[in-house]
């Protein structure tokens, strides 16, 4: 399985970014696409996932009503809008595949590369 993130890039407090996570090799209906972030000095955290067959979602609280996941199941490709962008969201973003709705780095099994966000004061 192979995983590229797209769409990251500068952007200034208040605007929106989308990026994308196209999967490629062995995938399944059921597989689960996680978005994490690691901001420079921190911890990788998770931000969203989304499930591929029923669409079912969940988010870090830091993030909710301003960051919406979708997937294009026919794309192999899922989604991350991110709207009302602030500079505390500026990170290295990465999108992992799973069996698992979960918020648990442990819990993907395949790890895209990452795609910067960096957003401006």
């Known amino acids: 399985v192979q995983l590229q993130a797209s769409g990251g890039g500068l952007v200034q407090a208040g605007g929106s970014l989308r990026l994308s996570c196209a999967a490629s090799?062995?995938?399944?209906?059921?597989?689960?696409m996680g978005w994490f972030r690691q901001a420079p000095g921190k911890e990788r955290e998770f931000v969203a996932a989304?499930?591929?067959?029923?669409?079912?979602?969940i988010y870090a609280d830091s993030v909710k009503g301003r960051f919406t996941t979708s997937r294009d199941n026919a794309k192999s490709t899922v989604y991350l809008q991110m709207n009302s962008l602030k500079p505390e969201d500026t990170a290295v973003y990465y999108c992992?595949?799973?069996?698992?709705?979960?918020?648990?780095?442990?819990?993907?099994?395949?790890w895209g590369r990452g795609t910067l966000v960096t957003v401006s004061s």
């Open positions: 992992a595949l799973g069996g698992a709705l979960s918020w648990a780095r442990t819990r993907y099994d395949y």
């Open positions: 989304i499930r591929s067959n029923a669409g079912s979602t």
């Open positions: 090799g062995r995938t399944a209906s059921s597989d689960v």
